[in-house]
């Protein structure tokens, strides 16, 4: 079992940047690809970008690429997502999830994984 906590969310103004971190335990972390996804209110959860076990591949969404970076420390059981940029749209709770080894084309799919963190609040202000 494997348990994920993000933190580093917060309020932050229109072009502006935030590192979110998501910490995992409970598990061996280099068997994981892990992913973030986001939820703003009333909306579907959506993918924002994923990491292969060793940090080798990368994927984004589109509407984050250029602006978010993801990567990951095995040393340290910590994936990060580092936001730049910031837009009003940027707005949601943000999530980390891990997957067994798996192929990318299934990253960007919820379903997919098989842990998910609590969630921290990402606001952006205009």
């Known amino acids: 079992q494997v348990q994920l906590v993000e933190s580093g969310g917060g309020l932050v103004q229109a072009g502006g940047s935030l590192r979110l971190s998501c910490a995992a335990s409970?598990?061996?972390?280099?068997?994981?690809?892990m992913g973030w996804f986001r939820q703003a209110p009333g909306k579907e959860r959506e993918f924002v970008a994923a990491?292969?076990?060793?940090?080798?591949?990368?994927r984004y969404a589109d509407s984050v690429k250029d602006r978010f970076t993801i990567s990951r420390d095995n040393a340290k059981n910590t994936v990060y997502l580092q936001m730049n940029s910031l837009k009003p749209d940027d707005t949601a709770v943000y999530y980390c999830?891990?997957?067994?080894?798996?192929?990318?084309?299934?990253?960007?799919?919820?379903?997919?994984?098989?842990?998910w963190g609590q969630g921290t609040q990402v606001t952006v202000s205009s």
């Open positions: 999830a891990a997957v067994q080894k798996t192929s990318s084309f299934f990253w960007s799919r919820a379903p997919t994984y098989d842990y």
């Open positions: 990491i292969s076990w060793n940090g080798g591949s990368t």
């Open positions: 409970g598990g061996t972390f280099k068997s994981y690809a």
